[in-house]
Structure formats: structure tokens, C-alpha cells
């Protein structure tokens, strides 16, 4: 089955201990990237990666960090986080190929993290 | 730069009326997709619709139709003879050049029985 998976669903931290959130998807897809949810502003992009390597900041990129070394796994890295980014997040992959857009975006199950 | 605008933040409506999410929608771009996304009390996002900027027929699934008018810049969708299972979040997306995705900010539509 087509998935994108995420690990763990759920996290209460505390401010300034590391942590890591996975994201694995099995489509061999090239586009992986990371959007948090929060009420009143919809979803935004904070990193993304076009393939192996390559990684880029979206929009809300400050106190985040990611990596690419695998074309299946894009984990989300918070290095020292904060209770401002206590958030749903949301991990999508999708095709490369394609006019832009076209690529069906497929969404993991999301992470809900609370941040104390 | 793009920007997704769905004014409504909340609608209440009692089983079987129709309801309709709206929509407006900014880009530069001329080729350009547009989505719209459920999003159930369990927190997933339920793909519902993807639409492309050349292709302006409307579109029906079941109890679900989008309106796209590029005249307006508006992805409007209607739900016919609402049920409680239809109370979620609704998101309309935009995506041009690459595959980012920008998000509404969403409209919470509460059916009562």
C-alpha cells in the first residue's frame, strides 16, 4: 500500500530537549516536505527536498532542521524546541515528474507535538 | 506571490441543507492547480479534489460540486444535503511552479442532526 508514515503521532516535550520526527514513504517518490498546522493559518510549508541531498526552506523554516540522505525518509529535526512550535505537522511526498503541480501530494497520518 | 483566502472561518448548518465553501485564490501564474482537502475530527487530510487552471467545467461527486471560475479567481465548492460525517475542516490549497503547496486557512463546517 501507497503511505507516507510519520513517527511518533503524538509528543509533549519540554523546551529545549531534541527531538526528531520521521517521515517514510515507500512511492519512491523525488518530492518530500514538512508543513505545520496551525488554527487560523492553515497549513505551512517549513522545509522541502527535491530529491536526495537537496533540501530548501519553505516558509516557516526558523528552529527547524532536516535532512535527506535517502530518497525514502525526510526526518524533521527541532534542535532545541520551543512552545511556539507546539503544532500538528504534516509530512507529504509526491512525483517530481509532471507539469508543476500536477504530482498528486500524498499527506502522512501527522504529528501532534506540544512543546512545555 | 500566492495566497489562498477562505473568508468563512466557521458555518454551522443543520442536516441536508446545502452548504457552499468559499474560495479565492492569488497567483501570477497561468498554469496552476487547485485543491481542496477534508480534514475529520481524527486530524488526517482527506484529498477531495484537484483541478488544474485550464480546465474550468465544473465538476460532481455524489453530494459534492466545485464551482471554478478564473474570472473571479474562485474554487467554491458545495456540499448538497449536508450530513454529520461532512462536519470537518476544509482546506483549498494552490500550487504552481514546483510542488508547494499553499494552504486557506481553512473553514470548520459544524453539521447538526
Known amino acids: 500500500e501507497a503511505q507516507v508514515t510519520q513517527n511518533p503521532r503524538y509528543l509533549i516535550t519540554v523546551t529545549g530537549k531534541k527531538l526528531t520526527v520521521t517521515c517514510s514513504q515507500n512511492?519512491?517518490?523525488?518530492?518530500m516536505s514538512w508543513y505545520r498546522q496551525d488554527p487560523g493559518l492553515g497549513l505551512r510549508q517549513i522545509y522541502y527536498?527535491?530529491?536526495?541531498?537537496?533540501?530548501d526552506k519553505g516558509d516557516v523554516p526558523e528552529g527547524y532542521k532536516v535532512s535527506r540522505k535517502e530518497k525514502r525518509n525526510f526526518p524533521l529535526i527541532l534542535e532545541s524546541p520551543s512552545p511556539n512550535q507546539t503544532s500538528l505537522y504534516f509530512c507529504?511526498?509526491?512525483?517530481?515528474?509532471?507539469?508543476?503541480?500536477?504530482?498528486?501530494?500524498?499527506f502522512g497520518p501527522g504529528t501532534r507535538l506540544t512543546v512545555l | 506571490a500566492q495566497k489562498v483566502t477562505q473568508a468563512q472561518t466557521e458555518i454551522s448548518v443543520v442536516e441536508k441543507e446545502d452548504v457552499t465553501l468559499d474560495c479565492v485564490y492569488e497567483?501570477?501564474?497561468?498554469?496552476?492547480?487547485l485543491f481542496w482537502y477534508k480534514q475529520p475530527p481524527s486530524g488526517e487530510l482527506v484529498f477531495l479534489i484537484r483541478?488544474?487552471?485550464?480546465?474550468?467545467q465544473n465538476e460532481i461527486s455524489g453530494r459534492y460540486s466545485w464551482n471554478f471560475q478564473k474570472s473571479t479567481s474562485s474554487f467554491n465548492f458545495t456540499i448538497t444535503a449536508s450530513q454529520v460525517v461532512d462536519s470537518a475542516v476544509y482546506f483549498c490549497?494552490?500550487?504552481?511552479?514546483?510542488?508547494?503547496?499553499?494552504f486557506g486557512a481553512g473553514t470548520i463546517l459544524r453539521v447538526k442532526s
Open positions: 507529504a511526498s509526491s512525483s517530481a515528474e509532471g507539469l508543476a503541480g500536477d504530482s498528486e501530494q500524498f
Open positions: 512511492m519512491n517518490h523525488e518530492y
Open positions: 527536498s527535491m530529491n536526495v541531498e537537496v533540501t
Open positions: 497567483t501570477r501564474d497561468t498554469t496552476y492547480y
Open positions: 483541478r488544474n487552471s485550464f480546465d474550468e
Open positions: 490549497a494552490l500550487s504552481d511552479y514546483g510542488n508547494k503547496l499553499v
